[in-house]
């Protein structure tokens, strides 16, 4: 069967690990479409491209009506469809879940490279607290106000902060599972640290395994012509043009990816969130050392404080 789409990358992970940046810079790729959170590209959602919206020329409804279309005949012709209307032989697919992917792959007709992105539990858990607990929950936007809540309600930010680690824990032995399930699959185990502080590197090693060769400025994705469904809105604000207002989920969040630094950089916000005292207390905590154990990670993503 000769089809227009020649591979797929597929990123399996948690929310906030990383992989709306990994996917918009492997979509800076010529040759790869960004699809993001590809999985609301269906019926059920019917997502369109994040940065663009109604304006997008790629996700019309005409255009997403025919990859619904081929939904029904097989997630091969969907994806087969998809390079067609964006005019590319790869995707990359960061719908994340395990489940997603073992009910998927299997039945595909075409190479796929599952990556299995993994973040820093310290910087997991700061990311989930503040994008889900402060700003969803508490609907808390500003520094002080995050402050504020670590100082006057700690035990009620640690309660949350030890569902994430079970949250995380779970999904690691769920993508374990998979892995064994899926055992003849191309897989790559990726760390969310080394992409950023080896961006071109980590990417190159990435796309080799569809035959691909590292494009320069492709870490630069700001610059690049991408139509991602969903994604994270972090990284959307390094890519919108032009540079319009955005909802900010707060000032904290809105300054990381406002400054002026490189599009892909470290995630340093636990820093800026918890004290030492904090911290401290966090790496004493036995499910957090045993995850950092079986992610291969230390305690401590930088050494700036005692580890117990």
Not at 42 to 54: F, I
Request: charged letters at 25%.
């Amino acid at each position: 069967m000769s089809t227009s789409c020649k591979g797929v990358f597929g990123i399996i992970g948690l929310p906030y690990c990383g992989s709306t940046v990994v996917s918009y810079v492997l979509g800076s790729h010529s040759q790869v479409y960004c699809g993001a959170d590809l999985y609301k590209l269906s019926p059920n959602y019917d997502a369109g491209c994040s940065l663009h919206g109604e304006e997008c020329k790629l996700w019309t409804r005409e255009n997403k009506n025919l990859v619904y279309e081929s939904l029904k005949i097989s997630q091969t012709e969907y994806y087969d469809r998809i390079c067609q209307i964006t005019s590319k032989s790869i995707i990359c697919d960061a719908s994340k879940t395990p489940s997603y992917f073992h009910s998927r792959v299997p039945d595909i007709k075409i190479p796929v490279v599952l990556i299995n992105l993994r973040k820093h539990p310290l910087r997991h858990i700061c990311s989930l607290l503040f994008n889900h607990h402060f700003v969803k929950d508490l609907q808390i936007r500003g520094d002080n106000e995050i402050m504020n809540y670590l100082n006057s309600r700690w035990d009620e930010a640690l309660s949350f902060i030890n569902m994430s680690l079970v949250r995380i824990s779970e999904h690691s032995q769920k993508t374990n599972d998979l892995r064994q399930k899926l055992s003849d699959q191309d897989w790559l185990e990726i760390s969310y640290e080394n992409f950023v502080e080896n961006p071109r590197e980590t990417v190159s090693g990435i796309i080799g395994h569809l035959d691909l060769v590292y494009e320069e400025g492709q870490t630069k994705f700001e610059n690049h012509d991408l139509h991602p469904i969903v994604g994270n809105t972090g990284p959307r604000r390094k890519v919108r043009q032009p540079k319009s207002p955005m909802n900010s989920n707060s000032d904290l969040r809105a300054s990381f990816y406002d400054s002026e630094k490189s599009s892909i950089q470290m995630d340093e916000k636990y820093l800026l969130v918890f004290n030492q005292e904090q911290i401290s207390e966090i790496i004493r905590i036995p499910e957090y050392q045993k995850l950092c154990h079986n992610l291969s990670y230390p305690l401590n993503p930088r050494g700036d404080f005692d580890e117990i």
